[in-house]
């Protein structure tokens, strides 16, 4: 990938998406807010290839949390950040996995500089439900078959499961859930009961985007086991509704119909 030289930002932070993982969906404007960092502060969901990209001077520190393995909490994330971004002239960016305000915890980050009167912008990210539909050839909308698209997290704040699962039943809709891998089986029921019928199609799509992708599809009333299936890896995302019966006609992405050595030139 080529690189872009543009002046460096200073005295504010850049709260900034780093999308699912291919280093080619950063924005332009995130790739130039990397390699203008003076500090970093990452998750752990941004994948190496875009490390790669990083200033080589910035100080980078890894604050990322994944799978209850806590390293920072975010009220300690949102301090370090607005004592580094107060500590000085240095262009400071938080670099997220895909969008900052797509269950980021993002806005949560910006109330804590605005509260301390810090200066922020931010770069939206290309999030994993649309990463997941593209690559995993899975329209999320289609004429016919879903009229609409809700996101949702598959487990509420602190871990808690999601009681209302019913309420997302609708016919002609897609349903997109994040971090839901663990909780399949609480969710398929609480669909099913709400009216969604158990030959539904679903799929888990995991590391989209990423040379080590792969989607799996089947039934929901089968979605708790489809979630065991050993290709299922993290981060996975769950899609539920009958546009996923048009991804094995669809399929674009994956190491064996686009040769590896294509998928790993992808990442440069
Ligand atoms: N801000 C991120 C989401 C963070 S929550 C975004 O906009 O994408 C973390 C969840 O996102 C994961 O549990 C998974 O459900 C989903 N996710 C993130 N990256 C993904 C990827 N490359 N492939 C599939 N799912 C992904």
Redesign the pocket.
């Known amino acids: 990938m080529s690189l872009i030289t543009l002046p460096n930002r200073t005295g504010r932070v850049s709260i900034v ?1 780093a999308g ?2 291919d280093p080619e969906l950063l924005t332009v404007k995130a790739l130039r807010a990397i390699q203008g960092a003076d500090v970093v502060l990452y998750d752990a ?1 941004v994948s190496e290839p875009i490390l790669a990209l990083i200033n080589p001077e910035a100080e980078c520190i890894a604050v990322g949390k994944r799978c209850g393995r806590h390293s920072m909490s975010q009220e300690e994330i949102n301090r370090l950040l607005v004592a580094k971004a107060a500590s000085g002239d240095r262009a400071v960016v938080r670099l ?5 305000l ?3 915890r993002g806005g949560e980050e910006m109330q804590a500089l605005r509260a301390s009167g810090i200066d922020y912008e931010v770069v939206p ?1 290309v ?3 649309t ?2 539909a593209s690559y995993g050839a899975i329209p999320l909308t289609h004429r016919t078959l879903s009229r609409g698209v809700t996101f949702v997290t598959g487990h509420g704040m602190g871990g808690e499961p999601i009681s209302d699962w019913h309420k997302l039943a609708l016919s002609h809709h897609t349903l997109v859930i ?4 663990a909780r399949a089986g609480t969710i398929a029921t609480g669909l099913m009961e709400g009216g969604l019928s158990g030959d539904t199609p679903v799929a888990i ?6 040379p080590q992708q792969t989607v799996v599809t089947g039934r929901l009333d089968a979605l708790e086991q489809l979630a065991t299936d050993p290709r299922v890896q ?4 769950l899609i539920v509704g009958d546009v996923v019966s048009l991804h094995h006609s669809l399929e674009w992405f994956s190491a064996e119909l686009l040769g590896e050595e294509v998928v790993q030139q992808q990442f440069g």
Do not use: E, I, N
């Not at 994040?178 to 891998?181: A, R, T």
């Open positions: 998406g699912p993982g969901l997220k996995g895909g969008d900052p797509m269950f980021g990210g999030t994993a439900a990463a997941c994040y971090m839901g891998v799509v995991s590391r989209a985007s990423q993290t981060p996975a995302a």
